[in-house]
């Protein structure tokens, strides 16, 4: 995973709610087995279907901050969304609030997600819409999202925020204790049911 | 101190806490599907790193497996790709898989209670949002990434954050012809998509405690529709009942002594819940969504709504973008929409007792003759029930369609798919624009409803038909 620190990009205003992970990249692109290369799929029904769809506007191709409303991320567990996203050369979401699935694997695959109250949230469209070419910057380590003279202050975790500074993968973290996963392992009950072999 | 049942699961498979880090979680059992697994054993590999614990990982083929012709290989290369990859994989780490053909076959969610996998008080996860089915069983089961998929499959663990406590308490009695899918229709429409955010959900009161395992496991399913981590329900006789003589159902005394302590799996008097939902089951009808999120629904009684009444600038916007999607016009009532598909199955609702449900309403009567019904059972063992039954007989004597099993319409990776502009009931759990098929419109339904609306290709509660 590449580390998030700092970020400055244009963002662009997606003024919809419970955009769910089908619409972020539909099934038929999650038959693939390779992580990258999803960027054809990102939004490819409003894409296709809706000529003024936001990022089919010339002022936020280059987009790297995506602003959404509520409850960004519903529904399927796909990480392919994620992957979408950033193959679609964004490195930030901002929405009022996420769906868990989606903000946890964005914690797992380098995209950052913030949150913001939904006020923050309009605040930032208004001056997106306004002026497209708006540097937004996230800035990670001070947990504050910054355009024009408006600063925003951010909550994150800090070891969360520890792991994206870093880019610090989980499972080599993880592999640090394996000693007490197998003290675990050496107390669980017998009649738990193991699928090999089959009776 | 008091704890709720999910407070009790969890606590009892945490490797390893520390202040400021999130727990180290073990996990009893991981299914593994083609969809979500193969970055997962290409990243494995990519580090040198094997499968910690194949005997506790489960795999089998669902979402993009053919549900007409399935003994031929899969005609869409890309679909092919993807499933021969999970063979290989299965093979290189060890790992038992369920292919196609296979009697243990089909959807994740169906096979694992149906093997006796699924059991009272265990941690499951699978890269599947829907996980949150085996919840019924008094499991914490919940949906995780790809990135967590390799992670389980490396450690066996997960890093977790003690999630929120949630009550949704049902009392009362269903009137007949409702259902375990109005009930968790009706919470989803009341507390939102993502309303459950944060929680684990414990589905309480004499309606839940009186309901069959298939149909708990519908309830449980949907949770992740209100966007909660997890849903689950208190085990009881109901519960020992359906696993007992299943294949890895424990035996003897470990029988005699997983029971024992299946029945401490109970949320504690004055254990505390963050939020609590209550719900009176005597005043729900038949639920169908109108909208294209699962929040957008309504008793089938009710009328297409009109954006204007909704007060929240955002909801409004989003009603108005579902009923352009839609087609649907304000005020018009929902027994009018005429349907072109009617899908029963899914993990929600391709189980036997749905099936068994649908059959007694087509059983000696024709489908309406513009309607499409497609019966796809939940999984092989299903599906060899349902034929056992005569129930497959209804089914096509009736004018519907007997397929094979797997995830099929429900998401439309495999060939059956709805075409622009086409309309469905459907028993799955996703009314997403495009879900069903690109331009697909869908309206969420029981298997009831789904059984009588193809009777009468309109959106129909099954009250209707009586004196039809
Ligand atoms: S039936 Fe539908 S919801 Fe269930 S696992 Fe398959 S695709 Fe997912």
Redesign the interface.
């Known amino acids: 995973m590449d580390a998030f620190t700092t970020h400055t990009g244009t963002a662009a205003p997606l ?4 955009v ?1 992970t ?2 972020i990249i ?3 692109y ?6 990258t290369g999803f960027e054809d799929g990102l939004f490819v ?1 409003w894409r296709t279907n809706e000529p003024d769809f936001v990022l089919n506007k010339p002022e936020y191709a280059d987009a790297s901050i995506l602003v959404a ?3 960004f991320g ?7 969304a ?1 992957w979408a996203l950033l193959d679609g050369g964004f490195r930030v979401v901002i929405s009022s ?5 989606f903000r ?2 964005s914690t ?2 380098g995209l950052l997600t913030v949150v913001l109250p939904q006020a923050d949230v309009e605040a930032l469209w208004t001056a997106i819409e306004a002026d497209p070419a708006t540097p937004v910057t996230v800035d990670l380590q001070a947990k504050q999202v910054t355009y024009g003279d408006v600063s925003v202050p951010f909550d994150v ?3 969360t925020r520890w792991r994206l500074l870093e880019g610090l993968d ?2 080599g ?3 640090r ?2 000693d ?2 197998a003290a ?2 050496a107390a ?12 | 101190m008091p704890k709720t049942l999910a407070e009790k699961v969890y606590d009892a498979h945490v ?2 806490s520390t202040a ?3 727990d ?1 979680l ?1 996990i ?2 991981h299914l593994v599907h083609e ?2 697994s ?2 997962a054993f ?2 494995l590999r990519a ?1 040198g ?1 094997t499968v ?1 614990r ?5 795999a089998t083929e669902d ?2 497996v053919p549900t007409l012709d399935i003994l031929s290989p899969i005609a ?1 290369p ?2 092919r ?2 499933v021969d ?1 999970l063979r290989r994989n299965a093979v290189e780490f060890g ?2 898989l369920a292919p196609m053909g296979d009697r ?1 076959q089909g959807i994740v969610h169906v096979i694992g209670p149906q093997l ?2 699924t ?1 009272p008080g ?1 941690t499951i996860v699978c ?3 829907h996980t949150s089915t085996h919840g019924a069983f008094g499991a914490l089961a919940f ?6 998929v ?2 389980v499959l ?4 997960l ?1 977790q ?1 003690r999630p929120k406590q949630m009550s949704v308490t049902v009392e009362g009695e269903l009137a007949p012809g409702v259902s375990a899918k109005d009930v968790i229709l009706a919470v989803i429409a009341q507390i ?3 309303g459950a ?2 929680h684990v959900i414990e589905y309480r009161g004499s309606a839940i405690e009186a309901l069959s395992m298939e149909a708990r496991m519908t309830i449980c399913n949907m949770s ?2 209100a ?1 909660a ?1 997890a849903g689950l329900i208190a085990p009881d006789q109901t519960t020992f009942d359906f696993l007992q003589g299943r ?4 035996e003897g005394a ?2 005699e ?2 029971v024992e ?1 299946w029945r401490t799996l109970r949320t504690d008097d004055g254990a505390v819940f963050d939020r609590e939902v209550t719900l009176d089951a005597s005043t729900l009808t038949p639920f169908v969504t109108w909208g294209t ?1 699962p ?1 957008q629904g309504l008793p089938i009684d009710g009328v297409v709504p009109d954006p204007a009444q909704f007060a929240d600038e ?2 409004r ?2 009603a108005e ?1 579902a009923l352009a999607y839609m087609g649907l016009t304000p005020g018009t009532p929902l027994r009018e929409i005429k349907v072109d598909t009617v899908f029963l199955g899914s993990c929600t609702n391709g189980r036997i007792e749905d099936l068994r449900t649908a059959a007694t309403f087509l059983q000696g009567k024709r489908i309406d003759p513009d309607t499409r019904m497609l019966v796809v059972p939940g999984s092989v063992g299903v599906k060899l029930q349902a034929e056992a039954e005569g129930l497959d007989k209804v089914f096509t004597e009736a004018g519907a369609e007997w397929r094979g099993a797997g995830c099929s319409m429900c ?3 495999n060939p059956d798919q709805l075409q622009p502009g086409e309309r469905s009931a459907s028993t799955s759990n ?1 009314n ?4 069903q098929g ?1 331009g697909g419109r869908t309206h969420l339904v029981s298997p009831s409803v789904a059984a009588a609306t193809a009777l009468t290709g309109r959106l129909t509660a099954p009250a209707d038909l009586i004196g039809a």
């Open positions: 003024r919809r709610s419970a769910d089908d619409q539909p099934a038929e999650l038959k693939r087995i390779t992580r029904a409303g509520p409850d519903t529904g399927s567990s796909r990480e392919h994620n609030r996420f769906a868990d699935i946890n694997n797992k695959s975790d800090d070891y989980d499972v973290l993880t592999e204790h394996l007490d996963v675990y392992e669980r009950p017998s009649w738990l049911p193991a699928a090999l072999p089959a009776r | 490797v390893r400021g880090e999130p180290l073990y009893d059992l969809v979500t193969p970055q290409d990243g580090a790193r910690r194949p005997d506790l990982t489960m979402h993009n869409d890309v679909s790709a993807q990859a790992i038992r243990d006796g996998l059991q265990m890269g599947d949002s949906g995780i990434g790809t990135s967590e390799e992670h490396a450690t066996q663990t890093p954050y939102g998509t993502n955010a944060g992740i529709e966007g981590k294949p890895h159902a424990p470990d029988w002594a997983a302590h999120n929040g955002s909801e916007r989003a973008q998401l439309g990776m996703r997403f624009q495009g879900r690109k």
